[in-house]
């Protein structure tokens, strides 16, 4: 009897460990397979994930390489501008505009439950200060500006924007040949400053100051005077890009669609004072429009010459086309934005519209028939005594001129000289609502997204 009990405990027992072991195979192979099953949702979420983003890829390429047109507000052919990247990878693009705001819009692709996406900003968005160029510049005279707001800090004041150049910045209120006065009582208010106004505030490192007979150079190692707000030799700028959706080379894309979208276009190789009629007459003829739009192809003489002063309104684009720039006089103000580029020539052949020739020992000379032109063309010449750099001034003027909005000189290697009182006011509004109708979009850029949900689905 005791053998039976002992042998059916001894029974028990075993059949108990067997159990156990058996529980313990069940469960180490249901972690197994559980870990083989998340390991293949994750496997399958990167490969939507690689899908989708194999769809944005494509688009955002085909947007850079031929533009983006959205200006009818319609998704659906913005959809069939894209179509070649319509199932790329299995995936599928979206497009659908920001609530509340007509220049963004949300471009996405879609593979499964992954989702990833960009936002597109319309024409002019581009960057943001009061004076923008892809070549170098020289500021003499009193220059007051305001410039962008740029990043907001923890203290209340803003990482301001004032100047962003592809070379270097000098700003000098007195020209050298004005000598430095013997005493401190003949020292003017001639001075460069920047000021935000309205209560606001740019952080000290970034608000530039230049006092009279003081020079800023950002060549100048301890870059003393030029603050942060003015940032020097900026590389790969492609301004027509940022301003325009395409890239410079797709420039006559955006011509066109400049002038189907009710743009004014001027030739004015022969007589560069058609420039400020044409100016004058789109500001009269656009009274109550959302904004006006000029193209100049060729050299633009802003002097008055006896005209009437511009209006105020609407804010006007203005693109001159390889062409100088010249104003003698004033013009007060200039809402919305002055776009200058050449994508047909090269900086120095700016000379030839200045009416520019260098003699024997490197002695320039001014002719022009344009009284305004060839008396311009005399101030470059006593102020920028090299040939090579005088060559290359796209801008002069002398007087006064006050801008709300934007200043753009888009000439590579360009020397852009500012010889006088210049008021640039950085004005969003006025920026934007000029370029408003250019339906070119372009990525913007850090607005690159992915959602994937927490399942892995």
């Not at 693009?93 to 949300?106: T, V």
């Not at 325009?244 to 001027?266: D, N």
Request: charged share 20%; with cysteine.
């Amino acid at each position: 009897m005791r053998k039976t009990q002992t042998g059916i405990a001894t029974l028990v027992v075993v059949a108990s460990i067997a159990l156990i072991a058996l529980l313990m195979v069940f469960g180490v192979s249901q972690r197994a397979i559980n870990d083989i099953q998340q390991a293949q949702a994750r496997i399958k979420t990167q490969e939507y994930l690689s899908r989708a983003w194999a769809g944005l890829d494509c688009a955002v390429a085909k947007i850079y390489q031929e533009g983006l047109d959205l200006s009818s507000g319609d998704a659906a052919k913005g959809l069939t501008q894209l179509s070649e990247c319509q199932g790329v990878a299995g995936s599928r693009l979206e497009l659908a505009p920001w609530p509340n705001n007509p220049s963004l819009w949300r471009l996405s692709s879609h593979s499964h439950q992954q989702q990833v996406g960009v936002t597109l900003q319309g024409a002019g968005g581009g960057r943001a200060a009061a004076f923008v160029t892809s070549g170098s510049a020289l500021f003499y005279g009193a220059n007051k500006w305001r410039p962008a707001k740029g990043k907001k800090r923890d203290d209340g004041r803003y990482e301001c924007q004032s100047i962003i150049a592809g070379g270097d910045v000098r700003i000098s209120p007195r020209k050298p040949s004005e000598g430095v006065p013997e005493n401190e009582e003949e020292k003017s208010q001639n001075t460069f400053s920047v000021h935000l106004g309205g209560g606001d505030e740019c952080a000290p490192e970034y608000k530039t100051e230049v006092l009279d007979y003081k020079v800023a150079d950002n060549r100048d190692e301890t870059r003393k005077l030029l603050k942060k707000d003015v940032q020097t030799n900026v590389e790969e700028m492609d301004l027509f890009q940022d301003f325009f959706g395409v890239p410079r080379s797709q420039w006559r894309l955006a011509k066109q669609q400049f002038e189907e979208k009710g743009g004014t276009i001027v030739e004015t190789h022969g007589d560069a004072s058609k420039c400020y009629e044409a100016v004058y007459n789109a500001m009269e003829q656009g009274n109550g429009q959302l904004n006006v739009k000029v193209w100049v192809d060729g050299p633009c003489d802003l002097s008055r010459g006896g005209e009437k002063s511009l209006p105020s309104s609407p804010p006007i684009l203005l693109v001159v086309q390889d062409g100088i720039m010249a104003l003698r006089g004033t013009i007060d103000p200039f809402n919305g934005a002055v776009y200058q580029f050449n994508p047909t020539i090269q900086a120095n052949e700016f000379a030839k519209q200045w009416g520019m020739t260098v003699g024997q020992g490197k002695q320039l000379s001014c002719s022009h028939s344009n009284a305004s032109i060839s008396e311009l063309c005399q101030h470059i010449t006593t102020n920028v005594r090299e040939p090579e750099q005088a060559s290359r001034v796209p801008f002069w003027f002398h007087g006064s001129f006050k801008t709300n909005g934007a200043f753009i000189i888009d000439v590579p290697g360009g020397n852009t000289v500012i010889n006088g009182s210049l008021v640039a006011n950085y004005d969003d509004g006025n920026k934007r609502a000029s370029f408003e109708g250019l339906g070119q979009l372009r990525p913007l850029p850090n607005s690159y997204y992915n959602l994937t949900p927490p399942s892995g689905g």
